[in-house]
């Protein structure tokens, strides 16, 4: 964060005539505060006086960031969240990122210039060393996605847990080489990986990178996949994927080219979208408590904006998860909790 140090020296002035001018002094001239002005503008600087004036203020707007829309998940995400925040009037501002660092960070210029009294990361692209000086300025939460060795509350499930069991469910079918895509590189996903290695270790089943993709998203990046294993001299018979769509993505790939799923090719997805129970077969799933995650980020970020500093730090809630047995890796409808 810039300093008034910094916009003293950009201006070419001295620290007093730099403070002079953001205390309307009347004794400094209109070119020098010209220059003030000019750097303080380059440099995204907020005096301090001003920073705590816009914190006393209520925006009742708290930001939403989501990496992209078309996502089912963070469409009833966000869409829980909004069931808390209108029982409590407030409004909500959708941030879509897109995967962009940039865009992140100028969402989380709303937070610091008080647009909003509050901000939800559902995921995030920046280090987190980029995004914790934005935590001065008011309330964050962590929802779904999460980072370690922070004071921000995080409401999340057990990915590494999950990945865990729906991998095992995975072995105990019969599969010995098992695929596994993810999204990115976050701590989701790295812990998605840990259970999902975890679990091959304890069945004495081989970790091949080559059966590792990341970067996968949606329905094409499904398609692709199953095209890239089938090619492959010696192809995984199941894969674990990080997203329904990326699952269903395959599944229609595999009907395509005749191959038989569960029989010839299992399957297994995650979140539990509606998708999961239309696509035929019928996707096998981890249900994500996806509208009690949103209702309790919201809940936690009201009470965080209600007492400030009083939320207790470190505040994790962990909420359940079910793998959902259906078609696509046997064809008894079963639900296992966990």
Known sequence: MATIADVAIRAGLSRAT?????????????DKKRLVREAMEALNYVPNT???????????????????MT???FAYLVEAMDTVATQNNLQLLICQTRYSKQKELDFLELLRTKQVDGLILT?????????????EYGPMVFCNEYERNTRVPIVRMDQFEASYIGTC????QGHKRIACTSGDKSNLAKDRQAGFRKALAEYGLPFRTEWMFSNVFDLDDGKRILRTILNMKEAPTAVFTGSDQVATGIIMAAKAIG?????????????DQPIARVVEPALTTIRQPIEEMGKTAMEVMIESIAHKKEVANHLEILLPFDLVIRDSTMSKLKTISK
């Open 259 to 271: 191959k038989k799923v569960p029989d010839e090719f299992a399957i297994i997805g995650f979140d």
């Open 169 to 172: 469910h995975l072995v105990e």
């Open 18 to 30: 730099v403070s002079r001018v953001i205390n309307n002094h009347p004794n400094v001239t209109e």
């Open 50 to 68: 001003t920073a705590q004036r816009l914190r006393n203020q209520k925006t009742d707007t708290i930001a939403i960031l989501v990496p992209v």
């Open 123 to 135: 995921s995030y692209e920046n280090e987190w060393n980029m995004i914790e000086p934005f935590t």
């Open 71 to 73: 996502n089912p998940f």
